[in-house]
């Protein structure tokens, strides 16, 4: 066994993935972190305390790995799903019925929960340990626009089943967007922004209609849902986190006391 | 006796009692902070939770409640937020008392150590990802993701229910006016989170737990994340129900339970009740008693209360961020006077103008 182990560390092409040695030497170790695309997130050495569960309470990682969870999962989906009011509720009943031990729509579901709970506390965990004190401050403000993205790309799936419980759901929650101020049409301040006895501002045209491409949640939400949920949102969320993961760096590592 | 606890219980959970309830909690938990977070303390509250759990489950609609797929995890926020406020206040104890001592805190002796991430941070990255992928793979397979009727535009659900982690806000529309309650307050949350670095001046606390050397920082964003957050979560999961009426844990959920609602502005108090005559035509006059005591909320409570109550941290803060911190937490304020005016005087609008839909 350890022959066979020693044979094939030894062959060209393992040696030409990992080039270092078994990392049991510090030389070794820094080495598995530096040569490695996705372990070279982390630096070489980190504080005792960092790393502690009962301090990061691990989830900033945890929200991450969930993201990477969605990524996948929500790939799968795809292939199954047809985004139209027609198709949409079949496609997704469809999984339930013709693929025999489908978990993917659940790992997706249950998943995205998960996520919206452990960016909470993520978050509730870096107040208490008062981690957005300079130098963090800007992190910090990168954190609460992934706090909102992670909310946002939670909110756009929940339409996609396209049954009662997603229909509404949406409904209630962008019918708020009726009352903006100024830009929607039960919103104070709308009656003022006319010319001549003319609303401008009106139902067929203020905020709501805007997020949702009609007076209420049909096709046309669904499509643009649909699109921000699977590309938009994340492709944000994606680019911010390699921002964040950066500054958590740049900002010298884990907060611990100075 | 086993009806008698559940009546107590639904008791307990009506509005008013329910936030009176959790925030005396809260503010228990943190006054006593050093004899409530022993470990024997929480871990008994823990098994009193769990007993209550176990002998609630046999009842029927306390269990169509709870287990409703997308219920579930609103049980693990709950499990979860009660046991890392404890964690946390408990490292904030004890580092707490290393600091009295003079002593480096819990984490101040670790950080001087430093270690490989390889193999130290790695195998618990690893670990974390297997036991996250289990745990994600048997509740898959146990619980399967719900689908209801296909959407139709001419039947509404009743409840109609944002998505869970909007539910605070959904409560927040029985209280305010949509423009309020779904643009203005969530606009102010995500303004008040991105400010809170720059206007939390305290140099101390920085990368460890304590309470004793920020205690209103941390009082605050508990009350909101806690109180007006997570609480009203909960409540709007498990207590809320067909017309967003209140229901009791052990009620069962009736479509045709009303609620009178017979909400008064504080215009017809002033003009009606306290000078006996009829509310004037005008809006503006009709509306000054209100709008005189908000402006009066807003305009005098700051330096009120920088001269007072938080006189130091005025000086320490300076006055651009003293005042900005001030209206954000006047507006957080705001919003359990509202409900506590609706339940106790049935108070509906302070300024009500339905005329330019200005209700505050
Ligand atoms: C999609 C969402 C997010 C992801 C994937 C994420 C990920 C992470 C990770 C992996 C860390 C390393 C330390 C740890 O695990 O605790 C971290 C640190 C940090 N995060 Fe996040 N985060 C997210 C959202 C947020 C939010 C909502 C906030 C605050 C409002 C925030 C503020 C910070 C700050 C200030 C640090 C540095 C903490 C320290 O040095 O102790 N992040 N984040």
Known sequence: MDKLFRYIASTQIWRSIFRHGYPDTPRNRTLAVLSNV?????????????????????????????????TITGLLLMFYYRPTAELAYQDIFALREHVPIGVMREVHRWAAHLMVISVWLHMY????????????????????????????LSFTGYLL????????????????????????????????????????????????????????????????FYVLHCVGFPLVAAGLMALHFWRVRKDGGISGPL | MGQLIKDLADWLVEPTRYSLLTTALLAAVLIWRKKLTHPLVFGASMLGILAFFLFAWGDVNFKAIVTKPDNVPILILLISILFFTWLALRRAVLNDERIERGEPTLEGELSKQ???????????????????????????????????EPASQARTP????????????????????????????????????????????????????TFNERPFAISFFMMGFLLLWVSLVI????????NWSFFGVFEYWDPHKLEPMVNVDLSVYFWVKMLGMPRPESPLIREAPGILLLLGYFVAMPPILGRTFFKKMAAEMGPVRFNVMMHLFLWTALVPI???????????????????????
């Open chain 1, 38 to 70: 996705v372990l070279h997130l982390h630096p070489v050495k980190v504080r005792r305390s960092g790393i502690q569960l009962s301090y990061t309470w691990c989830m900033g990682g945890l929200t991450f790995f969930l993201f990477l969870v969605e």
């Open chain 2, 114 to 148: 430093k270690v490989f991430t390889w193999p130290d941070l790695v195998y618990v990255e690893l670990i974390c990802m297997v036991l996250f992928t289990a745990l994600l793979m048997v509740w898959s397979i146990s619980i399967e993701a719900p689908i209801e």
């Open chain 2, 235 to 242: 409540m709007g999961t498990f207590l809320r129900g067909p």
């Open chain 2, 338 to 360: 509202k409900m506590v005016l609706r339940w106790t005087l049935s108070l509906k609008y302070f300024i009500g103008i339905p005329e330019w839909f200005f209700n505050v």
């Open chain 1, 125 to 152: 965990r870096v107040f208490l340990t008062g981690s957005y004190k300079p130098p963090r401050e800007f992190n910090w403000n990168v954190g609460v626009i992934l706090l909102v993205i992670t909310l946002l």
């Open chain 2, 158 to 209: 009743n409840p109609s229910k944002a998505p869970w982690y909007f539910l605070g806000l959904q409560e927040m529309l029985v209280y305010f006016d949509p423009w309020i309650a779904g643009v203005l307050l969530p606009s102010f949350i995500v303004v008040g989170l991105m400010a809170i670095p720059f206007l939390d001046t305290n140099p101390k606390g920085n990368g460890y737990y």
């Open chain 1, 161 to 224: 089943p396209w049954d009662q419980l997603a229909v509404w759901a949406i409904t209630v929650g962008t019918n708020m967007a009726r009352a903006t101020p100024f830009l929607g049409h039960e919103g104070p301040g709308a009656a003022l922004i006319s010319f001549g006895g003319l609303n401008f501002i009106h139902a067929g045209d203020d905020v709501r209609f805007g997020l949702l491409g009609g007076r209420f949640v049909g096709e046309a939400a669904l499509m643009r």
